[in-house]
């Protein structure tokens, strides 16, 4: 009994899909990437937890140099014991993915997918015990659901490390029920990469950690024992070309989850701050072919009518390079800075206009269902 979400990637006219068993859909000629079910972290409203787990790293502490294996052990003594099986019970069966407790109050976090049309949701806690969980909320846009647990029966809670402040090559770990019966299986790697689009989904990391089908949910921590993504897709190949891949993982960065959860333990629905623009994303080659000497930011190639971005003034090939004073780059793209700030909130658009910058300031609306 395991969720197994399948994703096909094409490249010439293809479209991308996930989800779970009963909700696949294949094309021969397209790549073939994996939804997966995994365990996530706990969360209050202030985005901290209100209790860390018995081992949890002290920021005032004197920082000390410990082997990188001794550390991985001890960041995986911290989150395994607050990280969970989900169990999607509906009408198809029983299906399962992975979740981490967030919170004393018993809020657990895992993926949209893990549990979407669910008639009842159950919960296995790292030491067995099972038990009934409640739906807080849950948003398709963002593959993100929050649970809730008796308060009584929470063993451990996770808590969210800062995903923007990942380097290339950082060691990461993630734990979650592998093959649906393999409860709390630890695998480790590296970040990959930042702010990658895979899946209808953007600004996700990108590990080589193996990631396995009950992965989706679960945690990505880093040798501190933070949460600093949650895992939700793998992409094992392609059926074009007949390439198979190997170390292509993604998970969606912490920062943008602490901010999902918030809104969903709130108000029971997540929000997401339209600014109502299509653009790029500069690198070096891109900048050449616009002739341009900026090599970050994003390159605005559209203003939709009426929205945010075209009553501020915002307009065609201006480059935004900073919100609030914050610098756009990979580890800081637009639509994560974005998910800093609620619908109606104003902020200050640094941009690039020629070869003038001015500041732009921009009272953020809510993105349209279309």
């Keep these: 009994m395991l969720v197994l979400g399948t994703i096909l990637l094409g490249t010439i006219g293809g479209a991308v899909m996930g989800g779970v068993v009963g909700y696949t859909m294949a094309l021969s000629s397209q790549p073939e990437p994996i939804t997966i079910n995994q365990p996530s972290v706990p969360v209050t409203h202030s985005l901290e937890p209100v209790m860390q787990s018995s081992g949890s790293v002290n920021s005032t502490a004197v920082a000390q140099t410990v082997p990188e ?8 003594d911290l ?14 069966g029983i299906s399962s993915g992975s979740g981490v407790i967030i919170d004393t109050a018993g809020y657990i976090v895992t993926n949209n997918h893990v549990i979407e049309k669910a008639e009842k949701i159950y919960v ?5 015990g099972r038990m009934q969980a409640q739906l807080v909320g849950s948003s398709i846009d963002f593959d993100i659901a929050v649970l809730k647990i008796d308060a009584d ?36 790697g590296v970040i990959s990469a930042h702010n990658r689009s895979l899946g209808g989904q953007n600004g996700l990391l990108q590990t080589d950690t193996p990631i396995n089908h009950g992965n989706s949910g679960g945690p990505l921590i880093n040798l501190q024992g933070e949460v600093v993504g949650i895992n939700v897709m793998v992409l094992r190949g392609s059926g074009y070309s007949g390439d198979v891949a190997e170390g292509l993982g993604f998970a969606i960065p912490s920062n943008t989850v602490a901010s999902v959860v918030k809104q969903l333990i709130e108000t029971g629905r997540a929000e997401m701050p339209f600014l109502g ?12 072919e616009y002739n ?9 190639e559209q203003v939709l009518a009426g929205s945010a971005a075209k009553e501020a003034g915002v307009q065609p090939k ?53």
């Design 277 to 288: 623009v299509s653009y790029s994303v500069l690198n070096p080659q891109l900048s050449m």
């Design 124 to 128: 296995i806690l790292a030491h067995g």
């Design 292 to 300: 341009i000497t900026t090599t970050q930011g994003a390159y605005i």
């Design 153 to 188: 029966y929470v063993p451990a809670v996770a808590y969210f490390g800062d995903s923007s402040a990942l380097r290339l090559g950082e060691r990461v770990a993630a734990i979650g029920s592998a093959l649906g019966g393999f409860r709390n299986t630890v695998t480790s």
């Design 318 to 370: 201006d480059i935004i390079t900073a919100i609030n004073g914050r610098m756009l780059d990979d580890q800081h793209p637009l639509g994560q800075q974005l998910m800093m700030y609620s619908v109606g909130e104003t902020i200050e658009l640094t941009i690039l206009r020629g070869d003038k910058e001015i500041k732009i300031p921009v009272t953020l609306g809510k993105r349209p269902d279309n």
């Design 69 to 76: 294996n001794e550390a991985l052990i001890a960041a995986v």
């Design 79 to 92: 989150v395994n014991p607050a990280t969970v099986t989900v169990l999607n019970q509906n009408f198809q």
